[in-house]
């Protein structure tokens, strides 16, 4: 049996304590590797994400856990809904995309993912969003496989770059 005949997507409850549990954990490993910077979550983050993620309902998280594991948390995506003027209706950014390395190649971020498109559907959005490290040719393969494609408006503008500005 696969784990895909074992696999549990559900939509996180912030307010479910091993629910935050499997997200910390999760976007601690994410954080720690190199493609989410290699640095763990501060004291503060681990601390203070539960209630933050309550207060605020434009986010939302799609968790994977292994079944046939006890319900090994394995697979994590976060959502923040934005809203695109264009259409005037909602978007959804996808922040985070993260799978147990124990679990990889095993098709779980596809899953979650349409667990996103659809709840993305039900708020009514008009497109999901996501950024990519040009490096990360393994999720970029995934994204393109399922849909995603670089943003661009006219051809001749060439596609969007994703920039930062740390403001503290």
């Not at 910077?37 to 994977?64: D, I, Q, T, W, Y």
Request: charged share 20%; net charge neutral.
């Amino acid at each position: 049996m696969g784990v895909a005949a074992t696999l549990r997507i559900c939509r996180a409850d912030y307010g479910d304590a091993a629910h935050m549990r499997a997200l910390i954990g999760l976007l601690d490993g994410y954080a720690r590797d190199p493609a989410g910077g290699g640095e763990p979550l501060s004291n503060f983050a681990k601390a203070n994400l539960p209630a933050a993620l309550r207060a605020r309902p434009m986010l939302f998280s799609v968790l994977a856990f292994d079944d046939s594991q006890n319900g090994l948390p394995v697979g994590l995506v976060n959502c923040v809904e934005g809203f695109s003027t264009f259409a005037c209706q909602p978007l959804v950014n996808v922040h985070d995309v993260v799978v147990a390395s124990s679990h990889r190649g095993q098709g779980i971020g596809a899953v979650m993912l349409e667990k996103v498109e659809h709840i993305a559907r039900s708020r009514g959005a008009c497109k999901l969003t996501l950024e990519v490290l040009s490096g990360n040719e393994t999720a970029a393969k995934l994204y393109r496989r399922i849909g995603f494609e670089n943003y661009q408006l006219d051809p001749g503008m060439g596609h969007a770059l994703f920039m930062q500005k740390w403001l503290g």
